[in-house]
């Protein structure tokens, strides 16, 4: 935001208010494409989660993200709060103390946004997350839902591709690749984090109008 008002020459909290707007708009906008999409059902949908950080890499964030394999739209994504994980767990743990998990509920927030776009009998592609089978099986108990064990991550593509001679989960992937090469704050080895996870839903809701209606149309 300080880029954008230095080069525009004017405040930044001109820009935040105009960020607020646009995200306002671009959520309108995205909820209109997915009621259009209840008349065209989608038949075979991917999903996944992209791991960012809230200002440091012992808070991080987790991004849920549903694209059309077919059309390689996207059809939402949601921002949750996750505790750290590995090495940095006891450090996050020491530093900010215990740090709630909102990923199964934003799961659930997504799958019901999108619930009614999505054929009956269709094919959902994942990973193998532990907490996909249910959560699957909730909102989508007739489709067939298929797990498929994670590759090693490519140079290209910040890490989203695989190094696998055919990756089952392409069309996810190379999302995930495209929101991290298009929104600075998803960028590997930036400075420029996210420091309020609320900012950062806005961000993706603009870009998933950008992304549909421009990249994809």
């Given amino acids: 935001m300080r880029r954008a008002a230095i080069i525009l020459n004017i405040n930044k909290t001109t820009v935040s208010r105009k960020i607020n707007y646009l995200a306002k708009k671009a959520y309108q906008k995205n909820t209109l494409f997915l009621k259009r999409l209840e008349n065209n059902q989608v038949t075979h949908m991917q999903f996944d989660d992209l791991i960012t950080i809230e200002h440091t890499k012992l808070k991080p964030l987790s991004v849920t993200i549903a694209v059309d394999v077919d059309s390689e739209t996207i059809l939402g994504a949601e921002v949750s709060t996750i505790p750290a994980f590995g090495h940095l767990a006891e450090r996050s743990r020491d530093k900010y103390g215990h740090r709630k998990s909102t990923h199964l509920e934003t799961a659930k927030k997504l799958f019901l946004r999108i619930k009614d776009t999505i054929h009956p009998e269709s094919l959902v592609e994942s990973d193998q997350h532990k907490m996909y089978p249910n959560i699957v099986k909730t909102f989508f108990s007739n489709s067939f839902h298929i797990q498929y064990k994670g590759g090693r991550a490519a140079v290209v593509g910040q890490g ?56 994809k149309s």
């Fill in 160 to 215: 989203e591709l695989k190094k696998l001679e055919y990756d089952p989960l392409f069309a996810i992937n190379h999302t995930c690749a495209m929101l991290r090469a298009n929104i600075n704050r998803l960028v590997r080895k930036t400075w420029c984090t996210t420091k309020d996870p609320s900012m950062l839903q806005k961000h993706l809701d603009i870009y998933m109008w950008f992304h549909n209606s421009v990249l």
